[in-house]
């Protein structure tokens, strides 16, 4: 059975730092593109980053990108999220999931998706 568990949500100030976790399960993480996604209530949850099965080509959301930095440590099953320089508007749930497939920061092709951890950034 795939499990994904996020991990390091949290409330922090703006333009600080945290630091979210992604570790999978039941599944060979080394051969899937990882996602991330980010959902406030009443809009649709959107792609903030990917990183691809060979752990080299990153992908980000033109809001993020200069702020995030996803990586992965496929010898422990896990990836990260990096995010610094954190404003109000980077509120919400963070999802991460996985596909097998380039990299991508469209919902829709993703295959296996955790339950989320929640950011708020408040001062």
């Known amino acids: 059975q795939v499990q994904i568990v996020e991990s390091g949500g949290g409330l922090v100030q703006p333009g600080g730092s945290l630091r979210l976790g992604c570790e999978g399960s039941?599944?060979?993480?080394?051969?899937?593109?990882i996602g991330w996604f980010r959902q406030v209530p009443g809009k649709e949850r959107e792609g903030v980053s990917s990183?691809?099965?060979?752990?080299?080509?990153?992908l980000y959301a033109d809001s993020v990108r200069g702020r995030f930095t996803v990586s992965r440590d496929d010898a422990n099953q896990t990836a990260h999220l990096h995010m610094m320089d954190l404003t109000p508007e980077d509120t919400g749930v963070y999802y991460c999931?996985?596909?097998?497939?380039?990299?991508?920061?469209?919902?829709?092709?993703?295959?296996?998706w955790g339950q989320g951890t929640q950011v708020a950034v408040s001062s």
């Open positions: 990183i691809s099965s060979s752990g080299g080509p990153t």
């Open positions: 999931a996985v596909r097998r497939g380039p990299m991508s920061i469209s919902l829709y092709e993703y295959d296996y």
């Open positions: 039941g599944l060979f993480l080394p051969h899937f593109t």
